[in-house]
């Protein structure tokens, strides 16, 4: 009787297990699809420039590279348009083999006609 009633046991706490299993699962799931949104929203802002035939992004005081721009879903072209403005680009980052990321771009946003602080 005992092994019976062990056996009912187990077989109705089974389903529980189960159901809270694709519950942990979803969540996961869930979890890492807005991760990988809160890296596509991702923006930097600063200055357009080029240097040895490279957009880059620069910081606008100091000047100094903060990115190496890739164009995603329009020519690279389309960068120069942009140039010596302050602006937000909207993309991902991802590491490369030089001392700064590339920043692949997904859009570009100007916030000033010039590059430098902005004015208070």
Excluded: W
Excluded at 61 to 84: C, D, M, Q, W, Y
Excluded at 96 to 116: L, M, N, Q, Y
């Amino acid at each position: 009787m005992r092994s019976g009633l062990a056996m009912l046991l187990a077989l109705s706490i089974s389903p529980l297990m189960s159901a809270q299993s694709v519950a942990a699962h979803e969540q996961e799931t869930s979890k890492q699809k807005n991760a990988s949104k809160k890296v596509d929203s991702s923006s930097l802002t600063g200055c357009i420039d080029q240097h040895d035939g490279q957009y880059v992004l620069i910081h606008d005081r100091t000047r100094s590279t903060i990115a190496n721009l890739e164009a995603v879903g329009f020519p690279t072209e389309g960068f120069a348009k942009h140039l010596g403005q302050k602006v937000t680009v909207r993309g991902t980052a991802s590491p490369s083999g030089t001392d700064h990321p590339v920043f692949k771009v997904r859009a570009v946003e100007k916030i000033s006609d010039t590059c430098g602080p902005e004015q208070h």
